[in-house]
């Protein structure tokens, strides 16, 4: 089934099992994110965040173009107050705080808030014809979607400072080899490579793989100790649900798990 919400600038494909499929779909403008298009995800994320018959979720932007950034049409008149009275921060935390696996599945460009955007996902499958930058500096601006902090935390602080400052854009083979990129796969093979990817993560434990995704992104955030405590007390929380009995039953009995999420 698919579902198309608001202006049809995001579409939900719930046509695989426990697995959802987010589209952007604004190609006309390159899927520029205008502020509907990304309340839109928001609603999309949230939705998804609450719907028990998913476990995994594959954010796309087609087989032509990921996002080319914030919707630069949109901002060209804004003033600061206006800037800060949209709070786009609110749209993002939707995505930020989905605690289920997301997989980016990028062809084509993903710029500036484009690239922001691919980088609120767990795991990024590129095209090898994608594209990556942070070019605001370009139009007199700066990233203001995590492109200083998560893109920094990525790929270090010179390969991070070369793309902020200079607008670099790097393909998707380099992108790889930054770190930017989980896996580089042929331009008609990005979205199925994401889609079977989450359909794999889709049969794993899911409150397990929602635990390893809330602990691995606090390390951005804690000290070591604090973060190494917090994993063992995830860890040691698994120890109650049923499907850790499963997976570790099926293991000593020789045959394939059924996980319950319970
Ligand atoms: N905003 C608005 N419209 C856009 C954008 C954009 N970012 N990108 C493309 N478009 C529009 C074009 O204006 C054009 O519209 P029209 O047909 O009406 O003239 C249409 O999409 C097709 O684009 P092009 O003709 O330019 O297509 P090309 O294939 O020649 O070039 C590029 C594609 C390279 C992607 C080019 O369009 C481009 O450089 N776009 C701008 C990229 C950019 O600077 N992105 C950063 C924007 S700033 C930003 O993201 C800040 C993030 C901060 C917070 C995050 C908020 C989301």
């Given at each position: 089934m698919s579902v198309l919400t608001g202006n049809n600038f995001v579409e939900i494909d719930f046509s695989i099992q426990k697995v959802a499929i987010v589209k952007i779909n604004r190609p006309e403008a390159k899927n520029a994110l205008n502020t509907e298009l990304r309340k839109q995800l928001a609603q999309a994320f949230t939705e998804l965040t609450f719907n028990d018959e998913i476990n995994a979720i594959v954010l796309t932007g087609g087989e032509e173009v990921f996002a080319a950034g914030a919707d630069l049409k949109e901002m060209a008149t804004a003033t600061s107050t206006e800037m800060l009275l949209r709070h786009t921060e609110r749209y993002w935390n939707a995505i930020a705080q989905c605690p289920k696996p997301v997989i980016a599945a990028v062809n084509g460009y993903a710029l500036g808030g484009g690239c922001e955007l691919a980088m609120h996902a767990d795991i990024i499958i590129a095209g090898k014809g994608a594209t990556f930058g942070q070019p605001e500096i370009k139009v007199g601006l700066m990233p203001g979607a995590g492109g200083t902090q998560r893109l920094f935390r990525a790929v270090g602080k010179f390969h991070a400072m070369r793309m902020i400052m200079t607008g670099a854009m790097v393909k998707a083979e380099e992108a790889y080899i930054?770190?930017?990129?989980?896996?580089?796969?042929?331009?008609?093979?990005?979205?199925?490579?994401?889609?079977?990817?989450?359909?794999?993560?889709?049969?794993?434990?899911?409150?397990?793989?929602?635990?390893?995704?809330?602990?691995?992104?606090?390390?951005?955030?804690?000290?070591?100790?604090?973060?190494?405590?917090l994993e063992r007390k995830a860890f040691q929380l698994l120890f109650s649900t049923e499907d850790k009995n499963e997976g570790v039953q099926a293991f000593i009995e020789k045959r394939k798990p059924s996980y319950q999420g319970k």
């Open positions: 930054i770190g930017l990129v989980s896996q580089v796969t042929e331009d008609d093979q990005t979205i199925p490579t994401a889609i079977q990817m989450a359909q794999s993560l889709a049969k794993m434990p899911p409150i397990a793989l929602q635990q390893i995704k809330e602990v691995a992104l606090m390390s951005e955030d804690v000290p070591l100790n604090a973060g190494l405590t």
